[in-house]
């Protein structure tokens, strides 16, 4: 276990556009290409920095006005979602090339908006509404994207991860890597193919692991850095199915990372996988 982090594991790192079948294909092809790991538990960014423009990125994005929306609400009160969804797919078909031709709309939906929608539901919403300016008036919202200051490829994340599992590997002048999550099925495939697959090659050549925090305050904070493979205990097997016995007996050694809580981290325990009887 080293407590002092190297520098360049982030360093000189690619995506890789190659594609692996199985855990077993991930082994077999990665095992002497010197494979390590690096996973960031990531903590919610503190209430207090949302609208502070160094720790999030604010966008202005102009959303329709209020009366469009009444337009959709009034025809889904009227036909109901499956209904709808056939009349708007044939009003699609019908006006495409004429709203083409046209030029005069941005998008289609413009154009049934104005051909057909108004013609339904204008009368009625001028009625209950005494307002109308404000009700056509253009409106614009705030979005706020949390910084992810890790050196690139990395530098975005998908925020609904409460960690980030980053697979590396060396090849010929440069690195690849592959980033496994919770936060989609593919992101936990990926995370259960690699962690597997990684456990294979750890059980004849150690596969060095480096842990850290994403700090509440948008900060990488290293914790430790491990001779052989350390990974979350977290979706392993999730979207990739094994038997818990083959499981279990490609994971019997590796060390398995909790934390507590999500929120802030509070404490880190390291166990063995098959300790973990309740996961």
């Known amino acids: ?46 209430p207090k920095l949302w609208n502070k423009k160094e720790y999030v990125k604010k966008t202005k994005r102009e959303i329709a006005p209020l009366y469009i929306g009444l337009l959709y609400e009034s025809f889904s009160e009227e036909y109901g979602e499956r209904k709808g969804n056939n009349r708007y797919a044939k009003w699609l078909k019908k006006y495409r090339n004429i709203w ?43 979005e706020r994207e949390r910084y992810y200051r890790l050196p690139e490829p990395f530098s975005r994340v998908d925020w ?47 596969v060095p692991s480096h842990l850290f925090i994403y700090t509440s305050e948008n900060k990488l904070k290293f914790v430790k850095s491990f001779r052989s493979l350390r990974v979350p205990i977290y979706d392993i097997g999730s979207n990739y199915f094994l038997s818990s016995g083959e499981q279990e007996k490609i994971l019997r050694g590796v060390k398995l990372i909790e934390w507590k809580d999500f929120f802030k981290v509070e404490k880190i325990d390291y166990r063995n996988y098959s300790t973990l009887s309740s996961y």
Not at 134 to 141: E, F, G, S, T
Request: aromatic content about 8%.
């Open 100 to 142: 083409k031709k046209s030029g005069r709309y941005k998008t289609i939906d413009d154009y049934i908006i104005n051909h057909e929608l108004e013609r339904r539901y204008r009368r009625a919403i001028m009625k209950r509404h005494k307002n109308i300016a404000r009700l056509k008036a253009p409106r614009v919202i705030t």
């Open 160 to 206: 609904r991860n409460p960690y980030d599992n980053i697979f590396i590997w060396h090849d010929k002048n440069k690195k690849l890597a592959l980033r496994g999550g919770s936060g989609s099925s593919g992101q936990r495939e990926t995370n259960s193919k690699f962690i597997l697959g990684f456990a294979l090659i750890n059980q004849k050549q150690p």
């Open 1 to 46: 276990m080293r407590k002092k982090i190297d520098h360049d594991i982030f360093e000189d790192i690619e995506y890789s556009h190659d594609s692996f079948a199985s855990h077993k294909e991930i082994a077999r092809r990665i095992k002497n290409k010197k494979p390590y790991t690096i996973t960031i538990i990531i903590e919610t960014l503190d």
